[in-house]
């Protein structure tokens, strides 16, 4: 050994880099982003990634050798090793954090890895060598082993650099990689061909049928179900309703009589020919915003496109988008994860074809290596990626442009786990680390990006007309107060409601209503003592699911069957409080027993595809009404919608946050916003306790800027952000006692060094959580002060806490600009 080293980082939460010594060839292979096996522990087995080379051995322990080199080039580049290091700096999160939340697992096999066959694969035996045949024999006798178990079979201490080939050959797989296998479907539908669709020429057609009773009569049913529906007609519709056989119709599509063609349900990959259409010309407002970012660009700035609802900000992205690539740049275009739809990503696919690359958490190991390898290869296919916001993640050569659409979103916040970044924030300084522009886009942008506009850090760009000149959605603002009181609601809905829904479906249009709770019903109450079932193992109350006759915990997975009577007094006085997307659901099928009713939540869109499927079929009409959540809000095109009814705007204005009137306006604007996105003026009728409230007014008069110098004069007054920076700090343990305890030592240290900006500790709304009990502190730092030294303040009291020893085991959570 003659003194190399390297220092890796480790996939787990240590403070510091670790050292291992490398041999002489070790040392002429490896270069900083390549990945080597690693033991760690006892018996611990790791993927670690290389970050510098050198010969000075670790000082508090003898440095272990490393097992393998697994890579013959760099994975990851400088520049994410940049972007990784501001991440744990800036989140206050360990680097092994990052990579582990950067990186496919697959690229991350360690010991604990689950293993299994991939039962889809089609394996040649002789093709395999003998260590690859040992373990794919294991797997058919035993479904799921551990790495470390395939280590004692082959009885050798490092196998990930084999079960990395048989992971490149597609014949194991990882378990957490486990997904759902979907087909899609061709549903086929049929239309009268195109010189039979007028009146007078039907007449002469069924003349000449005369002689064919039966192809007459299927094409009258055909034009009696457009007539009634106003929708494509389904071949197996048309099947029924005539009572012909398909060789019939058959007949007809023959004869040119009938046209026949197909919706393809799933349209993620692209099967085009290479044939792009070319863009769309910018109307001459898009086109004055176009310039202005480009100017803005030049200036050196990141850049708002706040464009209303429908205006074509995504034209003009696709606009930017050409530029860049003919500049031969990586493009990245970020979305919220539940605006990722195939519409979007169709719509980009027919510009630019097979350039455009797609990164999601739902897609399985293999296509998500593959988009990594295209991208550090900097190749062709993966040019654009369109990704929610672990697609920042990637190894970008030169990202010329990144693109943040929907930007005000709080899911571009990661939650849990660590890294707890803001992916807007964070690829504003990617941008920089490349060189690169960054683009934010919103119809109703948050009121940090807009404040950066206003003290000039932010170029700002703007579209105040919707495309083709369609009109805002007419507002209206129902009062179920009034309604309530002179008992004319029925159900939930007002009268003006079902006037506007009644009318909608016989103009053949179809309806969005929209009522942010899951479930039938948030509580149910006994109605002589008022208990109300709460869950064991967390502190709220359950949910009560009428469909699966349940009640269900919307925090962990507790749920138990519908009791009939008060599990406290015994009474059977039983009371549903509160309402939820399924209670409104089953109010519609008693109203409108014709209408086709869709439900689009947490429930109904579960699985890969889940969510696909309900917009595919709202989009191909098969659905009139759909009732969802805020799902509802992400971005999405319908044609045919032409009225959203918003259930109840008072739970959105209640919420016990600071952002619940930013938000409020937000969700709003954005579901009203999917109403008359064509010609015809839409329309959108909210119901709510207090017709008077500002954020309800501002947003039926489209009054982004009122209600912005409102938030902002709001949230000066109460020092919080865009004009100072919170932390919001977690403590988390199974006993109260000691929680609390900790809790308050915490923020008392706090207090002496920042007073009054720290407030509580106090318990969140729900405050137990799968049986651990949580304590928020919130730290206030002002915009002048400095952020690295008040981080450096709060690790300093981190570390005197570790060393007490009764407050051991308490977690401690760090959330920097907490949303
Ligand atoms: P936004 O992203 O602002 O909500 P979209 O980009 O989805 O708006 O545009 C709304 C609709 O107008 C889309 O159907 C789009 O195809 C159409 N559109 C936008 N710009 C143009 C254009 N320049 N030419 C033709 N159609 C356009
Ligand atoms: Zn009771
Ligand atoms: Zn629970």
Redesign the pocket.
């Known amino acids: 050994m003659d003194n190399n080293f390297i220092d890796v980082i480790l996939p787990i939460p240590l403070e510091k880099l670790f050292t291992y010594s490398i041999s002489d060839a070790g040392a002429a292979l490896l270069r900083p982003g390549m990945r080597v096996a690693v033991p760690f522990g006892k018996s611990k087995i790791y993927t670690a990634l290389v970050i510098k080379l050198h010969r000075t051995p670790p000082i508090a322990y003898e440095a272990k050798e490393i097992d393998q080199i697994l890579d013959e080039s760099p994975l990851v580049t400088p520049i994410q090793i940049q972007f990784w290091q501001w991440l744990a700096e800036y989140y206050m999160c360990s680097l092994g954090e990052v990579f582990r939340a950067a990186v496919p697992s697959v690229m991350l096999l360690e010991s604990e890895t689950l293993i299994l066959r991939n039962q889809s694969a089609v394996i040649e035996e002789d093709t395999l060598n003998d260590d690859e045949f040992l373990i794919f024999e294991a797997l058919q006798h035993q479904s799921i082993l551990r790495v470390g178990e395939i280590s004692d079979i082959l009885g050798k201490k490092n196998v990930i650099p084999i079960l990395n080939r048989l992971l490149q050959k597609n014949i194991i797989i990882i378990k957490e990689e486990v997904y759902e296998q979907y087909r899609p479907k061709l549903i086929k539908y049929v239309q009268l061909g195109k010189d039979h669709t007028s009146e007078e020429n039907l007449e002469a057609l069924l003349n000449s049928l005369s002689r064919a009773p039966k192809q007459s009569q299927v094409v009258l049913s055909l034009f009696q179900l457009q007539a009634t529906t106003k929708k494509p007609v389904k071949l197996s519709d048309l099947e029924k309703e005539s009572g012909s056989s398909s060789a019939v119709i058959k007949a007809l599509i023959d004869k040119e009589i009938l046209e026949e063609h197909f919706i393809r349900v799933d349209r993620v990959v692209y099967e085009g020919d290479g044939e792009h259409s070319p863009l ?4 001459e407002y ?1 086109q004055t915003a176009f310039q202005d970012i480009k100017d803005s660009f030049d200036a050196g700035k990141v850049t708002l496109l706040h ?10 992205y696709v606009k930017l988008i050409e530029e860049f690539i003919k500049m031969d740049k990586q493009v990245l275009y970020l979305l919220p994860e539940i605006a990722l739809t195939t519409q979007l990503i169709a ?1 980009l696919q027919t510009y630019f074809g097979e350039k455009v690359a797609v990164y999601h958490s739902k897609y399985n190991a293999q296509e998500r290596v593959e988009v990594w390898n295209n991208v550090l290869g900097k190749e062709a296919r993966a040019q654009i990626v369109l990704g929610a916001r672990s697609a920042m993640f990637l190894p970008f050569r030169d990202l010329g442009l990144i693109i943040v659409d929907e930007e005000h979103e709080s899911s571009f916040k990661q939650y849990d786990p660590a890294p707890r970044y803001h992916a807007r924030d964070a690829a504003i300084v990617l941008g920089n680390l490349h060189g690169g522009k960054v683009l934010l ?1 919103s ?1 109703t942008p948050s009121v940090e990006s807009y404040y950066n506009v206003r003290i000039s850090k932010y170029g700002y760009a703007q ?1 105040q007309r ?3 000149d369609v009109l805002m959605p007419l507002m209206e603002l129902v009062d179920i107060k009034e309604q309530t009181r002179k008992k004319r609601m029925k159900g939930h809905f007002s009268e003006r409601l079902l006037e506007e829904i009644t009318e909608t479906l016989e103009n053949g249009e179809q309806v969005i209503l929209f009522q942010n709770r899951r479930g039938y019903a948030p509580i149910l109450e006994c109605t002589t003592c008022g208990h109300a079932p709460q869950c064991p193992n967390c502190d709220v109350s359950l949910t009560y699911h009428q469909l699966r006759k349940q009640l269900r915990c919307h925090y962990c997975s507790y749920h138990i069957a519908i009791q009939n009577s008060c599990q406290a007094c015994g009474s059977n006085t039983l009371n549903t409080k509160g309402f939820g997307t399924e209670q409104i659901e089953q109010e519609l099928h008693t109203l409108f027993p014709n209408a086709m009713v869709g439900r689009m939540d947490l429930d109904t869109t579960r699985g890969k595809y889940g969510y696909e499927k309900i917009i595919t079929s709202f989009e191909q009409q098969e659905i009139d009404i759909l009732v969802g959540t805020q799902m509802l809000t992400k ?1 999405l ?1 319908f ?1 045919n919608v032409n009225l959203v009814g918003i259930m109840n705007a008072d739970t959105l204005l209640n919420f016990p946050d600071y952002r619940a009137h930013e938000r409020s306006f937000q969700l709003l604007t954005q579901v009203a ?1 999917r109403a008359g ?1 064509t010609k015809k003026r839409g329309k959108v009728i909210i119901q709510t306790y207090n017709p008077d409230h500002r954020i309800l007014q501002q947003v039926t008069t489209h009054d982004y800027l009122e209600m912005f110098n409102e938030q902002l004069y709001e949230r000066e007054q109460y020092k919080y952000p865009p004009g100072n920076r919170i932390i919001k700090i977690t403590f988390k343990h199974r006993d109260y006692n000691k929680l609390n305890e900790a809790a308050e030592w915490f923020s008392k240290s706090l207090r002496m060094g920042f007073g009054e900006m720290v407030l509580g500790p106090e318990y969140p709304p729900v405050a137990r959580i799968r049986n651990q009990y949580l304590k928020h502190v919130l730290l206030k730092i002002n915009r002048d002060h400095s952020l690295i030294r008040t981080k450096n303040s709060i690790k300093k009291i981190e570390r005197s806490f570790n060393a007490i020893s009764n407050y051991r085991g308490v977690r401690i959570i760090y959330n920097v600009d907490h949303i």
């Open positions: 769309k010309s910018l109307n898009q464009g209303v609802t429908s205006s074509g900000k995504t034209e003009v719509r886009g119809a579209i919707r495309f083709g971005g095109d044609r916003g996105r």
